[in-house]
């Protein structure tokens, strides 16, 4: 029995690949959403403007999300070469999209009620003042989406420079769980504007909460989304993956004159386009070694890291190293 590990590359760039326009996105996308929140719930105060006080509460929530994207990202910044993560922080930037997922998720709930409370107790609205706010917000979020889509394109060209090999090109979590709360954003926005118009010039006054309804399901649906994903890798539920078929047709067909077989496989991913796998091999080939495997797997260029063992079956002499 044999066993061997690969290492292709520094624990730092393997591991942790950061992504600098991301941060550097989501940094200025925090700011300008803090600045509008707090401009919103003073002049709120100020002029007595329910709808504005809602809004820059509501805005607070997108704010905190925000705010723990940029948190993962200086986390899996700080900890990038430290080597008891074993497989590095990548997964932080992971989680902290998951967490921004729950929250998204949460702020769908609050609009649902919010909006129900409307249908029930319909309350006078200002619509002027309120259309206003909403064309306003809508201009801060398109300017938002704008800097992150910036980033998100940025992201996409190493995604798919890193897996040309690849169908699948798999973008940052954590960058899209920001992007995501920005376009709900957008979108109750655009459908507080149809509302509120529909409302001033026709005096459909149900309209604003049952676009509040539709908005709040828009929302969860995205929401939904980001956490089948983020949990997919949180999970390591990566056995679907193109790669897995590279992996055991690369090792069987390089080897197929000794009927060496792939017993067993676990492959799970430890970066943006990394992927880690252990392997159990069974063989005729008595000098089939894990150096063997090792250089084999250099064709499949996702495999960073892979755990070997092997185990060789009875010969034609009927010597025996392990069982089969």
Not at 101 to 114: E, H, K, P, S
Not at 218 to 240: N, S, Y
Not at 275 to 304: E, W
Request: proline share 2%.
């Amino acid at each position: 029995m044999h066993t061997g590990t690969l290492k292709q590359w520094t624990h730092r760039h393997v591991f942790h690949h950061s992504n600098d326009a991301a941060l550097r996105g989501t940094r200025w996308v925090l700011w300008i959403t803090l600045t509008m929140m707090t401009v919103e719930i003073i002049a709120g105060w100020w002029f007595g403007s329910m709808a504005l006080l809602a809004d820059g509460w509501h805005m607070s929530s997108h704010a905190l999300a925000i705010g723990l994207t940029v948190l993962a990202y200086g986390a899996a910044r700080r900890y990038a070469a430290d080597t008891r993560f074993a497989f590095g922080t990548w997964k932080i930037e992971i989680l902290g999209g998951f967490a921004s997922a729950i929250l998204l998720l949460g702020v769908a709930v609050l609009m649902v009620i919010g909006s129900a409370e409307r249908l029930i107790s319909p309350q006078p609205i200002q619509y002027r003042e309120a259309i206003v706010v909403g064309v306003l917000g809508l201009a801060v979020n398109i300017l938002c989406a704008l800097i992150l889509g910036r980033a998100h394109h940025h992201d996409h060209g190493h995604a798919h420079k890193d897996e040309q090999l690849s169908h699948h090109h798999h973008h940052d979590l954590n960058l899209k769980s920001a992007y995501l709360h920005v376009l709900a954003d957008a979108a109750t926005s655009v459908l507080a504007i149809i509302a509120l118009t529909g409302g001033w010039l026709y005096g459909w006054a149900w309209l604003d909460p049952v676009m509040g309804i539709v908005g709040a399901v828009l929302v969860a649906l995205w929401a939904r989304g980001l956490i089948m994903d983020t949990g997919k890798v949180l999970l390591d539920r990566e056995m679907d993956h193109p790669v897995v078929d590279q992996i055991r047709q690369r090792i069987e067909s390089e080897n197929r004159h000794s009927e060496t077989r792939v017993t067993d496989l676990h492959v799970w991913r430890v970066g943006k386009s990394a992927y880690s796998c252990a392997l159990t091999l069974v063989t005729h080939d008595s000098r089939l070694n894990a150096s063997t495997i090792r250089n084999q797997l250099t064709t499949v260029p996702q495999v960073v890291h892979a755990t070997i063992e092997i185990a060789v079956c009875p010969d034609a002499e009927g010597h025996t190293a392990s069982p089969c």
